[in-house]
T-cell receptor, first 115, second 109 residues
Framework: GAGVSQSPSNKVTEKGKDVELRCDPI?????LYWYRQSLGQGLEFLIY????????KSGLPSDRFSAERTGGSVSTLTIQRTQQEDSAVYLC?????????????FGSGTRLTVV | RKEVEQDPGPFNVPEGATVAFNCTYS??????FFWYRQDCRKEPKLLMS???SGNEDGRFTAQLNRASQYISLLIRDSKLSDSATYLC??????????FGSGTRLQVQP
């Protein structure tokens, strides 16, 4: 597609429920990243996929968080047993390569509210 | 110490003013540097890369000082539409970029 697409744009869920967030990167971009941004805060790195390499999961805050990327394209971020502190905007980004010189293109995010 | 540090602001300036933001980074091996702009409740968007020799894009000038490990962004002739949060972004050696918390700019008429 023309840009990075994320769905849903908003999600309200009850504490303890599982949620799935979806990201469709720009066609041809091999690198895909998930970040989250809490209200008034900076971006916190979660996970990074590059081609067929093993993902860099070093930013995932707990084992309730997991992500996969199927066929080198669409990615889903799953949060199990959601907690109120999981409330944030979850941003997905892609870049043509994992090489350091490239900036990222972000999707418009999924705003997750856990009540 | 944070990997990337920025003054959170806000910087309140009148239209037409020149304003400068600085950012410091902790990893001397960092190789890639960027400035992103984020409007309220929107996603960050790439404003410009920062090159070792410094670079300019219209009213925006970015500079890198490797010895002191800081990056700057200068905005000349500020417009109301420049009001946003400016994020300093660095590759600190991990595979993903590290974002500063941002500096908020408010340009006033």
């Amino acid at each position: 597609g023309a840009g990075v697409s994320q769905s849903p744009s908003n999600k309200v869920t009850e504490k303890g429920k599982d949620v799935e967030l979806r990201c469709d990167p720009i066609s041809g971009h091999t690198a895909l990243y998930w970040y989250r941004q809490s209200l008034g805060q900076g971006l916190e790195f979660l996970i990074y996929f590059q081609g067929n390499s093993a993902p860099d999961k070093s930013g995932l805050p707990s084992d309730r968080f997991s992500a996969e990327r199927t066929g080198g394209s669409v990615s889903t971020l799953t949060i199990q047993r959601t907690q109120q502190e999981d409330s944030a905007v979850y941003l997905c980004a892609s870049s043509p390569s994992g090489a350091r010189g490239y900036g990222y293109t972000f999707g418009s995010g999924t705003r997750l509210t856990v009540v | 110490r944070k990997e990337v540090e920025q003054d959170p602001g806000p910087f309140n300036v009148p239209e037409g003013a020149t304003v400068a933001f600085n950012c410091t980074y902790s990893n001397s091996a960092s190789q890639s540097f960027f400035w992103y702009r984020q409007d309220c409740r929107k996603e960050p968007k790439l404003l410009m890369s920062v090159y070792s020799s410094g670079n300019e894009d219209g009213r925006f000038t970015a500079q890198l000082n490797r010895a002191s490990q800081y990056i700057s962004l200068l905005i000349r002739d500020s417009k109301l539409s420049d009001s946003a949060t400016y994020l300093c972004v660095v590759n600190t050696g991990r595979r993903a970029l590290t974002f500063g918390s941002g500096t908020r700019l408010q340009v006033q008429p």
